[in-house]
């Protein structure tokens, strides 16, 4: 069975989730929630993100409907502004939970905050949030959250976040002396990609073949979702985004992984400005064991960028420069709604700058190519068109968009 939420304040139980799914039954299990955008199942218990509190749902009577709704922590401040929404409700390996608000003039307004296991302590984590929908927090304990494009926020930006930091919108800087910088994202996301950000989620390790033990990032905006790489070669300090095939009906926001089935399950609703057809999605993503044809793995170096596919490629089409196209561009942080394009040889000139390829170098292990770009720099946004052959025959198109924070040594 599923729990789900829907933000008009009910929560449903749907059964019947099999491989055919031809008998699957929703029942209301509670209703009058304030605006739930956030939800998780601990220790068999439905505990859900209200706009001013952590419920948890009991069913005292056994007759699948919540009797009594128990407030777990309700220490959050909220006012009482038309966006200020409190989302995505995540628990940390120590069973900590995590969410995030909604920036409006409150002390909580445009924060990450963390409830303590027993519910007793709520603290602020992290600030400098606009508009945030969507977080995740992996096996491992990395906490991640993604904020819209706006005023003080130039595009779509996914961070991993470090308890005090600032994360850039400047109304929610939550500081004595305002700050004239911000901590960096792991990558800005192009609108094309994603121009509303969902949640995280991490594929479990040994399922999904290549994307096994990666992130995998939600757009709400597009109806999508994509794979982010991390340049483990660099402190993970680089970041990529892989769109996947497919669309969604409706803005997803929320994915879990069902330990029943490896299958992950994503929700989404259309609120504000979507590509979504439908109001609303419970929907189901599954690995049907077939090759994927994309990158897995990339690395920067001083003198170029090496990317690693989920197959064997072709070499000679893999070792031709005329396969790829490389063009990089930064953003200006200001208080305007989103930023321009700004060409990186001239921080005044918008635009992108195109990167000529010196050459491509496919490695012994058949599936890595070395992209000599002659001098890499920092950017806030590379985009890298390949348009190659697999070994075995299939084609393998696409782009890789990358934020480069750290430079690793020439190649």
């Not at 909604?102 to 007793?120: N, Y």
């Not at 304990?141 to 005090?164: H, M």
């Not at 299939?394 to 990358?402: F, I, P, S």
Request: charged letters at 25%; aromatic letters at 8%; hydrophobic letters at 35%.
């Amino acid at each position: 069975d599923a729990a789900v939420c829907t933000v008009h304040g009910d929560v449903w139980r749907v059964s019947g989730i099999d491989d055919e799914l031809d008998d699957v039954k929703w029942k209301r299990y509670a209703t009058g929630l304030h605006q739930p955008l956030g939800l998780k199942m601990v220790d068999n218990k439905v505990h859900v993100l209200e706009r001013d509190q952590i419920t948890i749902l009991h069913d005292l009577n056994g007759d699948n409907e919540a009797d009594f709704h128990e407030n777990f922590n309700n220490d959050v401040v909220s006012g009482g502004g038309g966006h200020a929404f409190a989302t995505s409700l995540e628990t940390d390996p120590e069973g900590n939970f995590w969410f995030m608000k909604c920036g409006e003039d409150t002390p909580h307004g445009g924060t990450i905050l963390r409830v303590s296991k027993d519910g007793s302590k709520l603290e602020v984590m992290a600030t400098g949030f606009r508009n945030p929908n969507g977080m995740g927090v992996s096996p491992e304990g990395l906490v991640t959250a993604a904020d819209q494009q706006g005023t003080w926020v130039p595009e779509t930006r996914l961070d991993v976040i470090q308890k005090g930091g600032f994360y850039g919108y400047m109304p929610m800087h939550k500081r004595a002396i305002a700050p004239t910088d911000f901590d960096s994202p792991l990558i800005w996301i192009p609108r094309p990609v994603d121009n509303s950000a969902g949640g995280q989620t991490w594929v479990p390790k040994g399922v999904w073949g290549p994307l096994s033990g990666q992130m995998l990032h939600l757009s709400y905006g597009r109806c999508k979702f994509m794979a982010i790489l991390r340049d483990e070669s660099n402190g993970g300090m680089n970041g990529a985004a892989v769109p996947l095939p497919g669309n969604f009906l409706s803005g997803v926001m929320r994915a879990r992984f069902s330990p029943h089935d490896d299958a992950l399950y994503l929700t989404g609703l259309r609120g504000w400005q979507t590509a979504a057809v439908h109001d609303g999605c419970l929907q189901r993503v599954r690995h049907t064991g077939e090759n994927l044809y994309l990158p897995a793995s990339f690395n920067v170096h001083a003198n170029g960028v090496m990317i690693t596919f989920s197959q064997p490629l072709d070499k000679e089409l893999a070792e031709d420069i005329e396969s790829y196209g490389v063009e990089q561009w930064n953003y200006k942080w200001t208080k305007n709604y989103g930023s321009p394009d700004f060409k990186p040889s001239d921080s005044e000139e918008q635009g992108r700058d195109e990167i000529a390829i010196r050459s491509a170098k496919l490695l012994d292990d058949g599936k890595s190519v070395f992209l000599n770009l002659g001098k890499v720099q920092p950017v806030h946004a590379m985009a890298i068109n390949y348009n190659l052959d697999a070994r075995d025959g299939e084609l393998v198109r696409g782009a890789l968009h990358l934020t480069i924070n750290r430079v690793g040594q020439k190649r």
